[in-house]
């Protein structure tokens, strides 16, 4: 029986960053059985040099109650990536099933206006002065990154969580390239 914690078995095995083309269709085969899998959408948000930035993500985790850590994952050529990396900090907040546009939005596709126009919702500062929360969101988190890793095309960041809120609303989920809510089944 393999050792788990063995130095000769490795812990994660990365992925080519560029399929060659006889692995094309299994890139495709891949992407076809992610838009399979529902996931809550959610805006993260940090701050930078020039004020706040947001962007939707759908790779978002909880990893931990104690201590509370979570995990997002971002492109690593967006802008986001850098500006979290120099910042430090971020806010994850889950959209509730009400805000398929805010989520538009900061996916830099907008229903109306402006790709990334932070004025496209409200926000609420935060009482210890941290990252404001999107009003109407189903949660929001505020955390500071404890750690980040490079994994192919992305950069799974995690950050141990300071401040919670609870929105009222159910989440908005994404599912087959179209939004959608929950729905209780039993």
């Given at each position: ?29 891949f992407i ?82 402006a790709p ?51 929105g009222e ?18």
């Amino acid at each position: 029986m393999n050792d788990p914690a063995s130095p000769d078995r490795p812990m994660l095995a990365a992925a080519p960053e560029r399929p060659g083309p006889a692995a094309e269709s299994d890139r495709e085969r891949f992407i076809a059985a992610m838009r399979r899998v529902a996931s809550s959408v959610s805006v993260i948000t940090t701050m930078t040099e020039r004020g706040r930035m947001a962007l939707t993500v759908s790779s978002f985790l909880s990893i931990s109650a104690d201590p509370p850590l979570v995990a997002v994952c971002i492109h690593r050529k967006s802008p986001m990536a850098a500006a979290v990396d120099r910042s430090g900090i971020l806010a994850v907040h889950v959209l509730a099933e009400h805000q398929g546009d805010v989520a538009d939005t900061f996916a830099g596709r907008p229903r109306q206006g402006a790709p990334y126009d932070l004025s496209c919702t409200e926000w609420l500062e935060s009482a210890e002065g941290g990252e404001p929360a999107l009003a109407g969101a189903a949660i929001s988190l505020e955390g500071r990154i404890i750690g980040g890793h490079d994994a192919g095309s992305h950069r799974l960041f995690i950050a141990q969580v300071r401040q919670v809120r609870l929105g009222e609303h159910p989440p908005l989920l994404y599912w087959d390239r179209a939004y959608s809510a929950p729905a209780k089944i039993a």
